[in-house]
């Protein structure tokens, strides 16, 4: 079972970004249920795992807090770009909720995660996209933004895979703090 920890983003801010997904030809948009910003991926996992990450995640404490979004941006380069996102606004309180979410992981035995946190939400995934139609996209939706917004809670997540599309599984919530 393949597993990751994201914060799920509320009806009315995944319609404005779906609002995003269209005009940039070779584009595989991500469906708007499955939008979200992703804290943690954990991988592929077997026998009491997932059970062990739950046990884990519920003991994260920490305080809602108030996220929005800020123009777009894109992972890789030149003939290589792989995805366009809408940025998170800077958040002191993401990151932190992130680093804990990292640290209950790794005291259950999952490895640390190693790559650099970039809040975001990724519209779509690219294959052949020329880097010039990425830039031209990006400079139409320059200015923009989500107010912000109350994250209230965390979800560990099941990826499956089926018919060309993902699903993704909550299989657990973990509120935050008034």
């Not at 801010?13 to 005009?23: F, M, N, P, Q």
């Not at 979004?69 to 932190?96: E, M, N, P």
């Not at 923009?144 to 895979?161: E, G, K, M, V």
């Amino acid at each position: 079972m393949r597993l990751f920890v994201a914060a799920p983003l509320p009806l009315d801010v995944r319609e404005r970004l779906a609002g995003l997904c269209t005009g940039l030809p070779g584009a595989r948009w991500v469906d708007p249920q499955n939008m979200h910003i992703t804290l943690r991926f954990i991988g592929e996992v077997e026998g009491d795992a997932a059970e062990d990450a739950d046990a884990a995640l519920a003991q994260v404490s920490h305080q809602g807090f108030d996220l929005g979004f800020d123009g777009i941006g894109h992972f890789g380069s030149g003939r290589k770009v792989r995805s366009v996102w809408a940025r998170v606004v800077g958040s002191d309180a993401l990151v932190h909720l992130r680093q804990k979410v990292d640290s209950s992981l790794v005291r259950a035995g999952h490895a640390p995660e190693h790559r650099k946190f970039h809040p975001h939400v990724t519209l779509a995934r690219l294959k052949g996209t020329p880097a010039a139609r990425v830039g031209d996209y990006a400079a139409a939706h320059n200015g923009f933004a989500i107010p912000p917004f109350r994250l209230d809670r965390f979800t560990l997540y099941q990826s499956q895979r089926g018919n060309e599309r993902v699903h993704y599984e909550a299989l657990a919530e973990y509120p935050l703090a008034d």
